[in-house]
Structures are given as C-alpha cells and as structure tokens.
C-alpha cells in the first residue's frame, strides 16, 4: 500500500507543476524514473524476504521427533570385554515398532548363555531375506564376534549384514605399498628360523632392495662382475616382488609369535590393502588368504581380525564360485568359527565340503592327496577337452568342473567331509622354491600326519585318494601312525584307499632323469621313485603286510598311454606292474599319467567306479 501511495503522489507531482525549460525537464523526468525504478526494487525484496521467512518457518520440523525416531534405529549396550558380554543383559528397553521385534529378539537371542540358541539365531538370521537395509545394518552394528562368523559360514546370509572394511591409514609420505610390505618383513625375527623361512626372507628383502634402488635411480649390477646398468635396463615388476614378500610372509605366519608381530605392526590393514588392490590377480589374492588363515589358528588374534574388516572380504569370497577362491575363505572362516568347529586347518589343508555350517551330519571324512607336481585343486580337476580350451567355459560347472571332489562328489555323497591337501613338490632341484630343502616322503608324511590329526582326522572313518607320489605319502603315513599310540585312531578309522597310478616298485620317471638327465639335478622326490630305491623297497613290503593284516580295501588305476613330458619327450611314467600293490583290484584306464585322476565327464567310468568304491566302502557308517 505505501508503493502504491508514493507512485500516486509521484504522478501528481509531475502533473501540476509548471512546465520548465526543456533541458531541465528531461533530467527532471530521469531522477523520477529512478526513484520510482529504486522505490519498485526495495519494495519487491522486502517483500520476497517476507515471504522466504515465512516459508521456512512453516517447514521447520521438531527436532524432539526426529531424535525419537533415530533412537530407534540404534543399539545401545554396555562396554564390556567380549569374554564378559555373554553375562550381561546387554539390551536396553527401547521403544520398537512391533514389525522390529523379530531383529531385536534375535539379537538378544544371539547373545544367550545356551549355545543351541545362539546357533539357531544365526541359523534364522540368515534364512530372512525380507528385511530392509537398516534392519540389516541394525544386525551388523550390534552383533557380536561369534554372530558374525557364524553368518559369514551360513551359505544363505545376505551380505548386508557385513558392514564393509573400516578405512584404511594412509601410506607414509614417500612410501608405496612394496616398500611397507618390506619394512613389515623386515620387522619379523630373523634368528633361529628354518632354512627355508630365511631363505624366503632373504630372497624377498634382496628383491625389493633392488627393486626400490631401480625406483630410486640407482645402479644394478648383474653376472657379479660389478658392471653397473642404468635403471633403464629392467626393472623388477611390482607384483613379483610382492609375491616374494608374501611367500616369505606366509612361512613367517606359520609361527604363533610371528603373527603377533605382523598383527601389531599393521599387517593386517597392509595386506587388505593389498588384496583390494590385485583383485584381478588371484596368485596373489590366494597368498594373502594363506597368511590371514594362519593367523586365525591363534584364537587370541580373532578379535583384532574381526575389528580389521576381514569377516566381511571372506563372506564375500566364500560365495564365489572360483573354488580355490572360496575355498581358502572358507579354510579362514573355519579356523575363526570357534563356535561349531573344534578342528584347525592348517596350511595346506582345505575342506571342499562342507564349507559352511551344515545341519547335515558328517559321518565320514575322504582325503584327496595329489602327486609330484600336482596340486590340492588343479589335479582333481575334470580332464581337458578340446571345447573347454577353445571356449572356455571353465566357469560353468554343468559343463566343466574345475575340482571333480567338490562339484561332483560332494553332491552325491552329502554326508562326507571331503579334504584335499597341497604340498610343494619339485622334478628338479633346479626348479625347487627351496634351494635347501631336500624333504624326504618320510618327512613329508609326518608334517602332513601332524596336520591332517590337527584338522581332526581319525576322528571319523576315512577313505583316502591318493595319485602317482601322493599314495606313497599314505602309505608311510600309515605305518607312521602305526607306531604313535596317539594316532591310533587314525590307524582304527581306515576302511579303504584309492591309487590313482601310485608307482609302488619305482617310476620310470626316476630312471629317465637319472640316466638321461633330461632333468638336471632330479630333485630327492624323484630319486626316491626309482626301482633301486631301499627306501621304496622297504616302503612297499611294510605297507603290503600291514594293509593285509588291517583288511584294508584298496582300489588301484593304472594309466596304458605314454605322458608328454615338454614337447618332444614321450614317457610311460607308471607301467602297470608298477601300480600294482599286491592286493585290490587293478583296473588299466586307456588315459595317461597326468589324467588318470581326472574324468572326462560325471558319468565316465573312472568317477563312477571310484563313487562305488567309496559308498560301498562306508556303506555301514554312512548308514548309522
């Protein structure tokens, strides 16, 4: 109303006043057009001002309701240690929506003092599927060590209960990765270790020294003869030397004390900074998981573990469907879940099946031992064809399986604990990853033996599977265990053994090598494989009466076909008098060394008879 007045008193103004010269008119009209112009201006801000405050005022919420209504989306509990937690009534009364109960419940549940309750908790946790994400994410906070292990083995859990890895510190200024590895190494005892643990150690640290100076601008110098070369003639690559690191570290973590040391001085956010870094390289993937399930043998070490973030990167890789993959998550996950599992897997020991928790009971173990050169995963294998190289359908396991024991047995025969072991094994010294280790089958036996009873082997009745060097292992450590009154069990729950192509009375390999020297420096593995061997003699004529007198059943493949060995040599590395052990049937399989262990398909003779074999074998405990 007052713009409106002055406009009009304005106009009047200009109306009734007596025209003046022309020049002074003009001028006269232009100050008006801008006081009113100005006038116009004030008067719209000041109203728009008006307006704006009252809008903000009628949309201004009460902050009392929105602090209401967050206290319902948290949980508050007593700080106490999680030995004592179990103790206390760790819940507050707070006001819950009636759909909200069920998480609330089972939470509570989760924490009770009855451990058939608890696990039924975890067990209704990860059957719900319903939830929303906060209620999710409500389980996640809340939860403690013992819920969150035992979802992170429970094949349905959603994902979302795992809250992702807490951020990691920052590098040093001037540090990379590489580098921090190093110093991690270098912080670990270096006195009174294996050969093999300094030889790891010293190879490791020697690399990334190089490696750093040629980052740094130094000089190399290579043949000893103190030639230096610029940094531009090589580098070693990043990766390369990370693994060396990794190899030293996964020996170094095979030690309780060491573990400490890695724990403390960072190792844990180190190596997870690694991993999500090289998630396009398994080799190295895999060589992190090692150390993280070594360390989870030290119970006191799985707090710090869990608080790191790991749970939720094992949850995630339990779930794939890359077996080596998972199934070093679930070795992890196993050797942390004290709740269900009293057995520890050890380096080198990974069950196939099952890899979570199972209401399933399981009344047998089988033991999956490869041979020279082989592998816990890759010798069990499917054997290649022509379509899988070409197409590369490796991933789907209707059409290829890249771990027969996993995708096959275990469908069929539900009620067996299916183990496989992997140990390092050379054709020449040239080749060993140990220049000093010279492990003797007598050695390795009672270093698995050792492992195998830790994982609770014996405890259950077993079939072992064994190809090439792999059955000699089983065969020595049987009679070991026949002299150990603690591994008695071990000795009492054998009821068969599979030999796929187990040279018994030598190799030709052996002699080849030998003789011929295709192989430089056969490695001691292999010299024990030769027909002249004692060792092998003594071996064969224990076992055989042994085996006798405890009624073990023995089933034995023999390859007919020559193995290539490179791209010109043709050799028959086990011929069939070779194979045979004296007792069993002896079954001759038109495939060659290296496939004797893998069928063509599920429906191929080689795994149908071996499936007969071992459900004939523990029909009566399978039936109990």
């Excluded at 209401?68 to 819940?91: A, G, P, Q, W």
């Excluded at 990379?176 to 190494?185: A, G, H, N, T």
């Excluded at 192509?501 to 052996?510: F, I, K, Q, R």
């Excluded at 028959?572 to 495939?591: F, Q, Y």
Aim: hydrophobic share 40%.
């Amino acid at each position: 109303m007052s713009l409106a007045a002055y406009c009009v008193i304005c106009c009047r103004r200009i109306r009734t006043l007596t025209p003046p010269p022309k020049s002074t008119t003009y001028w006269r009209d232009i100050r008006n057009l801008i006081k009113f112009t100005g006038s116009l201006i004030l008067g719209g801000s000041l109203f728009l001002t008006y307006e704006v405050l009252a809008l903000k005022k009628s949309l201004t919420l009460d902050t009392q309701v929105v602090e209401k209504e967050k206290m319902k989306s948290y949980i508050y509990v007593h700080t106490v240690s999680l030995d004592k937690r179990e103790n206390y009534d760790t819940f507050s009364t707070v006001d819950v929506e009636d759909h909200e109960c069920a998480v609330w419940l089972l939470l509570r549940k989760s924490q009770s003092g009855d451990r058939a309750a608890r696990l039924q908790a975890v067990q209704e946790m990860s059957e719900t599927h319903h939830w929303q994400d906060y209620q999710y994410r409500i389980i996640a906070q809340a939860c403690d060590l013992r819920t969150l292990i035992g979802l992170a083995r429970s094949k349905e859990s959603d994902l979302r209960f795992f809250l992702p890895p807490p951020p990691l510190p920052s590098l040093k200024e001037d540090s990379s990765i590489e580098e921090e590895l190093r110093q991690l190494l270098a912080s670990l005892p270096q006195t009174e270790l294996d050969e093999c643990i300094q030889y790891f150690t010293s190879l490791a640290l020697s690399e990334s020294s190089q490696s750093l100076a040629a980052q740094k601008g130094g000089l190399w110098c290579f043949g000893g003869n103190g030639l230096p070369y610029a940094e531009s003639f090589g580098e070693v690559p990043s990766a390369t030397v990370e693994m060396f690191c990794l190899e030293a570290l996964v020996k170094h973590s095979e030690i309780p004390t060491h573990c400490d040391k890695i724990e403390a001085n960072g190792g844990l956010q180190l190596l997870q900074r690694l991993y999500q870094l090289h998630k396009d390289c398994p080799k190295i993937q895999r060589n992190i998981m090692r150390i993280i399930g070594n360390m989870a043998l030290n119970e006191h070490l799985h707090s710090t573990i869990v608080r790191s973030g790991w749970v939720s990167i094992l949850a995630e890789a339990v779930k794939s469907h890359r077996i080596m993959e998972a199934s070093h998550a679930a070795r992890t996950l196993a050797n942390l879940d004290r709740e269900t599992m009293q057995e520890k897997y050890q380096d080198g020991v990974y069950v196939l099946h099952p890899q979570y928790r199972t209401s399933q009971p399981i009344k047998a173990d089988v033991l999956f031992i490869h041979g020279l050169m082989g592998a816990a995963f890759k010798t069990w294998r499917q054997q290649d064809s022509e379509q899988v190289l070409t197409e590369k359908i490796l991933e789907d396991e209707a059409s290829y399986t890249t771990c027969w024991p996993k995708t096959w047995l275990a469908r069929d025969c539900p009620a067996l604990r299916i183990i496989s072991v992997e140990y390092d094994t050379s054709l020449s010294d040239w080749r060993t990853r140990c220049p000093m280790e010279r492990k003797s089958i007598a050695f390795r036996s009672n270093e698995l033996l050792r492992k195998l009873r830790a994982a609770g082997v014996g405890d259950r009745p077993v079939i072992w599977v064994s190809h090439s060097m792999g059955g000699l292992l089983v065969k020595k450590m049987l009679l070991e265990a026949s002299k150990k009154p603690e591994m008695s069990t071990v000795i009492n729950n054998t009821r068969g053994i599979i030999f796929y192509s187990v040279p018994h009375h030598g190799s030709h390999l052996a002699e080849y090598s030998v003789n011929i020297r295709y192989l430089l420096f056969p490695s001691l593995e292999v010299k024990e494989l030769s027909k002249d061997s004692p060792a092998l003699k003594t071996l064969q004529d224990d076992f055989l009466e042994f085996a006798k007198d405890k009624n073990f059943q023995v089933l034995n493949f023999v390859e007919t076909l020559p193995t290539y060995i490179g791209s010109m040599i043709k050799l028959h590395v086990v011929p069939v008098e070779s194979a045979d052990l004296g007792i069993g049937d002896l079954i001759p399989v038109d495939v060659d060394h290296l496939n004797i262990c893998k069928p063509k398909k599920k429906d191929a003779f080689l795994y149908q008879r071996t499936l007969q074999f071992i459900c004939e074998t523990l029909a009566k405990d399978l039936e109990n």
